[in-house]
Protein backbone atom coordinates (compact mmCIF):
# COMPACT_ATOMS: atom_id res chain seq x y z
CA UNK A 1 0.00 0.00 0.00
CA UNK A 2 1.13 3.66 -0.37
CA UNK A 3 3.07 4.31 2.94
CA UNK A 4 2.00 8.04 3.70
CA UNK A 5 4.43 9.32 6.43
CA UNK A 6 3.07 8.24 9.91
CA UNK A 7 1.62 10.78 12.22
CA UNK A 8 3.33 9.49 15.22
CA UNK A 9 6.68 8.29 15.13
CA UNK A 10 8.80 6.56 17.73
CA UNK A 11 12.15 5.57 17.14
CA UNK A 12 15.07 3.37 19.19
CA UNK A 13 13.11 4.81 22.43
CA UNK A 14 14.79 4.16 25.24
CA UNK A 15 14.09 5.26 29.43
CA UNK A 16 15.77 3.95 32.72
CA UNK A 17 14.96 5.39 36.38
CA UNK A 18 18.34 4.10 37.95
CA UNK A 19 19.32 0.77 36.79
CA UNK A 20 15.64 0.07 36.07
CA UNK A 21 15.35 -0.41 32.11
CA UNK A 22 11.76 0.33 31.77
CA UNK A 23 11.75 0.81 27.75
CA UNK A 24 14.67 -0.17 25.37
CA UNK A 25 14.69 0.45 21.71
CA UNK A 26 10.98 0.92 21.49
CA UNK A 27 9.99 1.56 17.37
CA UNK A 28 6.92 2.40 16.25
CA UNK A 29 4.27 4.25 13.83
CA UNK A 30 0.79 5.33 14.21
CA UNK A 31 -0.51 6.80 11.17
CA UNK A 32 -3.76 9.13 10.77
CA UNK A 33 -7.06 8.22 12.09
CA UNK A 34 -6.01 5.09 13.73
CA UNK A 35 -7.04 3.85 16.83
CA UNK A 36 -4.37 1.76 18.04
CA UNK A 37 -4.50 -0.20 21.97
CA UNK A 38 -1.39 -0.34 23.68
CA UNK A 39 -0.85 -3.61 25.36
CA UNK A 40 1.39 -5.05 28.45
CA UNK A 41 1.10 -6.77 31.55
CA UNK A 42 1.51 -4.45 34.79
CA UNK A 43 5.00 -2.56 34.63
CA UNK A 44 5.73 -3.65 30.80
CA UNK A 45 6.08 0.33 30.48
CA UNK A 46 3.27 1.25 28.77
CA UNK A 47 2.25 4.01 31.09
CA UNK A 48 5.66 5.55 30.87
CA UNK A 49 5.69 5.27 27.14
CA UNK A 50 2.89 7.71 27.25
CA UNK A 51 5.06 9.93 29.45
CA UNK A 52 7.99 9.85 27.48
CA UNK A 53 5.92 10.68 23.93
CA UNK A 54 3.89 13.89 25.61
CA UNK A 55 6.88 15.23 27.42
CA UNK A 56 5.89 14.31 31.08
CA UNK A 57 8.99 12.40 31.36
CA UNK A 58 12.77 13.24 29.10
CA UNK A 59 13.64 10.69 27.63
CA UNK A 60 17.26 8.90 27.39
CA UNK A 61 17.60 8.06 24.04
CA UNK A 62 15.93 8.06 20.56
CA UNK A 63 13.63 10.00 19.06
CA UNK A 64 10.16 10.98 19.18
CA UNK A 65 8.80 12.77 15.55
CA UNK A 66 4.99 14.03 15.06
CA UNK A 67 3.53 15.55 12.14
CA UNK A 68 6.92 15.24 10.44
CA UNK A 69 8.72 17.41 13.60
CA UNK A 70 10.66 16.20 16.18
CA UNK A 71 9.20 16.26 19.49
CA UNK A 72 11.19 14.42 21.66
CA UNK A 73 12.99 17.00 23.59
CA UNK A 74 10.27 19.61 23.83
CA UNK A 75 8.44 20.33 27.01
CA UNK A 76 5.35 18.70 27.72
CA UNK A 77 3.28 22.56 27.47
CA UNK A 78 5.18 22.27 23.96
CA UNK A 79 4.13 19.09 22.62
CA UNK A 80 0.12 19.43 23.77
CA UNK A 81 0.67 22.98 21.87
CA UNK A 82 1.35 20.82 18.98
CA UNK A 83 -1.84 18.67 19.12
CA UNK A 84 -1.20 15.87 21.20
CA UNK A 85 -2.99 15.43 24.26
CA UNK A 86 -3.26 12.44 26.75
CA UNK A 87 -4.63 11.17 29.66
CA UNK A 88 -4.04 10.16 33.10
CA UNK A 89 -4.28 6.52 34.26
CA UNK A 90 -5.32 8.35 37.85
CA UNK A 91 -6.70 11.73 37.05
CA UNK A 92 -6.32 14.21 40.41
CA UNK A 93 -8.39 16.68 40.38
CA UNK A 94 -7.74 20.02 42.32
CA UNK A 95 -9.60 20.60 45.54
CA UNK A 96 -11.22 23.92 45.05
CA UNK A 97 -12.21 23.86 41.05
CA UNK A 98 -15.89 23.07 40.32
CA UNK A 99 -15.90 19.90 37.27
CA UNK A 100 -16.48 23.35 34.52
CA UNK A 101 -13.79 25.12 35.87
CA UNK A 102 -11.56 22.13 35.50
CA UNK A 103 -12.23 21.99 32.15
CA UNK A 104 -12.11 25.83 31.22
CA UNK A 105 -8.62 25.70 33.11
CA UNK A 106 -7.43 23.16 30.68
CA UNK A 107 -8.20 25.41 27.39
CA UNK A 108 -5.78 28.09 28.90
CA UNK A 109 -3.28 25.48 29.61
CA UNK A 110 -3.62 23.93 25.89
CA UNK A 111 -3.78 27.85 24.09
CA UNK A 112 -0.44 28.68 25.86
CA UNK A 113 -0.31 31.60 28.03
CA UNK A 114 -0.68 34.14 25.58
CA UNK A 115 -4.41 34.00 26.37
CA UNK A 116 -3.88 35.43 30.10
CA UNK A 117 -2.39 38.72 28.70
CA UNK A 118 -5.74 39.55 27.03
CA UNK A 119 -7.47 42.25 28.15
CA UNK A 120 -11.29 43.87 28.17
CA UNK A 121 -13.32 42.48 25.55
CA UNK A 122 -10.58 39.56 24.06
CA UNK A 123 -10.51 37.88 27.65
CA UNK A 124 -14.09 38.05 28.24
CA UNK A 125 -14.59 36.32 24.36
CA UNK A 126 -11.58 33.93 25.21
CA UNK A 127 -13.38 32.90 28.09
CA UNK A 128 -16.92 32.84 26.46
CA UNK A 129 -15.73 30.52 23.72
CA UNK A 130 -13.39 28.01 26.76
CA UNK A 131 -17.37 27.93 28.61
CA UNK A 132 -18.98 27.08 25.57
CA UNK A 133 -16.90 24.24 24.99
CA UNK A 134 -16.68 22.80 28.11
CA UNK A 135 -20.51 23.16 28.37
CA UNK A 136 -20.55 21.09 25.27
CA UNK A 137 -17.74 18.40 26.12
CA UNK A 138 -19.40 17.80 29.51
CA UNK A 139 -22.60 17.20 28.18
CA UNK A 140 -21.41 15.02 25.87
CA UNK A 141 -19.36 12.87 28.25
CA UNK A 142 -22.42 12.68 30.88
CA UNK A 143 -21.30 15.27 33.53
CA UNK A 144 -23.65 18.22 33.14
CA UNK A 145 -25.26 17.08 36.33
CA UNK A 146 -22.23 17.71 38.03
CA UNK A 147 -20.44 20.85 36.69
CA UNK A 148 -20.62 22.64 39.41
CA UNK A 149 -19.35 20.02 41.80
CA UNK A 150 -16.03 20.10 43.26
CA UNK A 151 -13.82 18.56 40.79
CA UNK A 152 -12.45 16.46 43.49
CA UNK A 153 -15.72 15.34 44.69
CA UNK A 154 -16.52 13.14 41.72
CA UNK A 155 -16.22 9.46 41.48
CA UNK A 156 -12.68 7.32 39.88
CA UNK A 157 -15.06 6.93 36.72
CA UNK A 158 -16.11 10.47 37.08
CA UNK A 159 -12.65 11.71 37.07
CA UNK A 160 -11.48 9.55 33.94
CA UNK A 161 -14.20 11.38 31.63
CA UNK A 162 -13.69 14.68 33.27
CA UNK A 163 -9.98 13.86 32.60
CA UNK A 164 -10.92 13.27 28.78
CA UNK A 165 -13.04 16.32 28.66
CA UNK A 166 -9.79 18.46 29.77
CA UNK A 167 -7.64 16.65 26.94
CA UNK A 168 -10.35 17.85 24.29
CA UNK A 169 -10.45 21.09 25.09
CA UNK A 170 -7.41 21.83 23.32
CA UNK A 171 -8.62 20.12 19.84
CA UNK A 172 -5.77 17.34 19.37
CA UNK A 173 -5.07 15.75 16.22
CA UNK A 174 -3.55 13.03 18.59
CA UNK A 175 -4.81 11.46 22.26
CA UNK A 176 -3.33 9.08 24.17
CA UNK A 177 -5.74 7.59 26.93
CA UNK A 178 -4.03 5.69 29.94
CA UNK A 179 -6.68 2.94 30.71
CA UNK A 180 -9.97 5.24 30.04
CA UNK A 181 -12.63 2.76 31.15
CA UNK A 182 -10.67 0.85 34.23
CA UNK A 183 -12.72 1.53 37.91
CA UNK A 184 -15.61 2.59 35.56
CA UNK A 185 -19.18 2.29 35.61
CA UNK A 186 -20.31 -0.26 32.98
CA UNK A 187 -22.70 1.93 31.85
CA UNK A 188 -20.89 4.98 31.38
CA UNK A 189 -17.98 2.56 30.08
CA UNK A 190 -20.56 2.19 26.61
CA UNK A 191 -20.62 5.92 26.46
CA UNK A 192 -16.95 6.28 26.30
CA UNK A 193 -16.48 3.74 23.63
CA UNK A 194 -19.19 5.58 21.85
CA UNK A 195 -17.42 8.80 22.42
CA UNK A 196 -14.03 7.48 21.43
CA UNK A 197 -15.21 6.07 18.01
CA UNK A 198 -17.17 9.09 17.41
CA UNK A 199 -14.04 11.26 18.06
CA UNK A 200 -12.11 8.94 15.17
CA UNK A 201 -15.01 9.17 12.70
CA UNK A 202 -14.36 13.00 13.54
CA UNK A 203 -10.77 12.26 12.26
CA UNK A 204 -8.87 11.87 15.55
CA UNK A 205 -5.98 9.40 16.18
CA UNK A 206 -6.44 7.76 19.16
CA UNK A 207 -3.32 5.47 21.09
CA UNK A 208 -5.24 3.62 23.91
CA UNK A 209 -3.65 1.77 26.95
CA UNK A 210 -6.52 -0.71 28.06
CA UNK A 211 -6.66 -4.30 29.81
CA UNK A 212 -10.32 -4.72 28.89
CA UNK A 213 -9.98 -7.25 25.75
CA UNK A 214 -13.96 -6.84 25.00
CA UNK A 215 -13.06 -2.79 24.52
CA UNK A 216 -10.07 -3.60 22.47
CA UNK A 217 -11.74 -5.38 20.23
CA UNK A 218 -14.80 -3.32 19.60
CA UNK A 219 -12.35 -0.36 19.46
CA UNK A 220 -8.89 -0.85 18.17
CA UNK A 221 -7.81 -1.33 14.55
CA UNK A 222 -4.70 -2.60 16.18
CA UNK A 223 -2.84 -3.65 18.74
CA UNK A 224 0.53 -3.05 20.12
CA UNK A 225 2.30 -5.17 22.95
CA UNK A 226 4.54 -4.39 25.23
CA UNK A 227 6.75 -6.41 27.32
CA UNK A 228 9.19 -5.94 29.62
CA UNK A 229 10.05 -2.53 27.88
CA UNK A 230 10.39 -4.17 24.30
CA UNK A 231 7.59 -3.70 21.88
CA UNK A 232 6.70 -7.63 21.23
CA UNK A 233 3.56 -7.15 18.67
CA UNK A 234 1.91 -5.21 16.57
CA UNK A 235 -1.37 -7.10 15.44
CA UNK A 236 -4.88 -6.99 14.69
CA UNK A 237 -6.75 -7.54 17.77
CA UNK A 238 -7.95 -11.29 16.69
CA UNK A 239 -4.41 -12.11 16.37
CA UNK A 240 -3.56 -11.45 19.71
CA UNK A 241 -4.73 -14.83 21.44
CA UNK A 242 -2.82 -17.12 18.58
CA UNK A 243 0.74 -14.57 18.85
CA UNK A 244 3.39 -16.79 20.81
CA UNK A 245 5.42 -13.59 21.69
CA UNK A 246 2.03 -11.75 23.16
CA UNK A 247 0.93 -14.91 25.54
CA UNK A 248 5.12 -15.23 26.76
CA UNK A 249 4.25 -11.71 27.53
CA UNK A 250 1.37 -12.14 29.72
CA UNK A 251 2.55 -15.85 30.79
CA UNK A 252 5.91 -15.02 31.70
CA UNK A 253 8.41 -16.29 29.30
P1 LIG B 1 2.56 0.02 33.08
O1 LIG B 1 1.86 1.31 32.80
O2 LIG B 1 2.76 -0.83 31.86
O3 LIG B 1 1.92 -0.76 34.18
P2 LIG B 1 4.70 1.73 34.03
O4 LIG B 1 5.18 2.46 32.83
O5 LIG B 1 3.82 2.45 34.97
O6 LIG B 1 4.05 0.34 33.57
O7 LIG B 1 5.95 1.22 34.86
C1 LIG B 1 7.01 0.51 34.26
C2 LIG B 1 8.17 0.41 35.24
O8 LIG B 1 8.71 1.72 35.43
C3 LIG B 1 7.79 -0.08 36.61
O9 LIG B 1 8.85 -0.91 37.06
C4 LIG B 1 7.70 1.18 37.45
O10 LIG B 1 8.00 0.92 38.77
C5 LIG B 1 8.75 2.06 36.79
N1 LIG B 1 8.45 3.49 36.89
C6 LIG B 1 7.46 4.15 36.26
N2 LIG B 1 7.46 5.46 36.54
C7 LIG B 1 8.52 5.65 37.39
C8 LIG B 1 9.09 6.80 38.04
N3 LIG B 1 8.57 8.02 37.87
N4 LIG B 1 10.16 6.60 38.84
C9 LIG B 1 10.70 5.37 39.00
N5 LIG B 1 10.24 4.26 38.41
C10 LIG B 1 9.15 4.38 37.61
MG1 LIG C 1 0.15 2.16 33.55
Known amino acids: HVSSPALLEVSSLAKAFG ?36 GFEAI ?7 AGQEIGRLAAHRIVGQGVARTFQLPSMPQKMSVIEVAMAAASAHHGFWETLLRGRAARRAEQ ?3 DKATRLLDEFLLTHVRDLPASALSGGQKKLLGIVCALMGDPQLLMLDEPTAGVHPNLRNDIVQALLRLNRQGMTLVIVEHDMHFIREVCSRCIVLDRGHIVASCAPQELSSNERVLQAYLGG
Open 129 to 131: AAR
Open 60 to 66: DAGSVRY
Open 19 to 54: GNRVLQDVHLAIGRGEIVGLLGPNGSGKSTLLNTIT
